[in-house]
């Protein structure tokens, strides 16, 4: 039995999620974001098996050097992102110095693309290469279960106007991959509520 349990981190209000098998005592996080405290002491007892990155913003990743070092685990991000870990600019946590911190992770174990199927917990997550929002930006299928980052929310889109960002880019990710899955499949954001792909297709004015 897979538990999902989501974690809002850092000031922006980043979700983070947990997916868990409590049995094995064994989980993957996807998108540790800054200020991780809650995720810390939740997985205290927990073999962490992997780090997804639906993509490398600042707010995505402030996480992943504290967590990683804690439980020694791999991180996975697509490659036209992976130098974003080790780059304060392309990460964004130098433009927004109020932030009080540059984020500068070590590189990422392995890479993710669009077709492939990560296998973890007993379960498979299926890649889809989701660029608009930013152009490394990836999301995980599994069951009825999307994690997208910030690639589709509750009634919105995810912003395009931060470097590497295309509206029509983003709104062709939506449309030709995401809204061609089933109506009941639930779509976990990289912030805000959750929704379905059923509602997003019938009431999202963006897309």
């Known amino acids: ?5 989501s974690f809002v981190l850092g000031p922006v209000g980043t979700n983070a999620y947990l997916l868990s098998d409590s049995e094995a005592k064994k989980g993957i996080i ?3 974001g800054m200020n991780p405290k809650s995720l810390i002491k939740r997985i205290a007892d927990l073999d962490i098996v992997a780090i997804l990155l639906t993509h490398a913003h ?5 996480g992943v050097d504290e967590i ?15 130098d974003w870990l080790m780059n304060p600019k ?7 110095p109020e932030l009080g911190v ?13 077709g492939q199927t990560l296998e973890f917990l007993g379960i498979k997550l299926k890649v889809f290469h989701t660029p608009g929002h930013s152009p490394g930006s990836v999301s995980f299928l599994y069951d009825k279960h999307l994690f997208g980052g910030d690639v589709l929310f509750k009634l919105s889109v995810g912003r395009t106007d931060l470097p590497g960002g295309d509206n029509n880019t983003l709104l ?18 990289g912030h805000g509520a959750r929704t379905t792909i059923g509602f997003e297709r019938e009431n999202n004015p963006y897309v």
């Open 1 to 5: 039995m897979i538990n999902i349990e």
């Open 30 to 32: 996807i998108d540790p």
């Open 58 to 62: 600042f707010d995505h990743i402030g």
């Open 68 to 82: 990683r070092k804690l439980k020694k685990c791999p991180v996975y991000i697509h490659d036209l992102e992976a």
């Open 90 to 96: 392309k990460n964004g946590s130098a433009r927004w």
């Open 102 to 114: 540059l984020i500068e992770t070590d590189p990422a174990e392995f890479a993710l693309d669009e």
């Open 172 to 189: 062709d990710s939506i449309q030709d991959k995401l809204f061609l899955l089933g109506d009941d499949v639930v779509v976990y954001p």
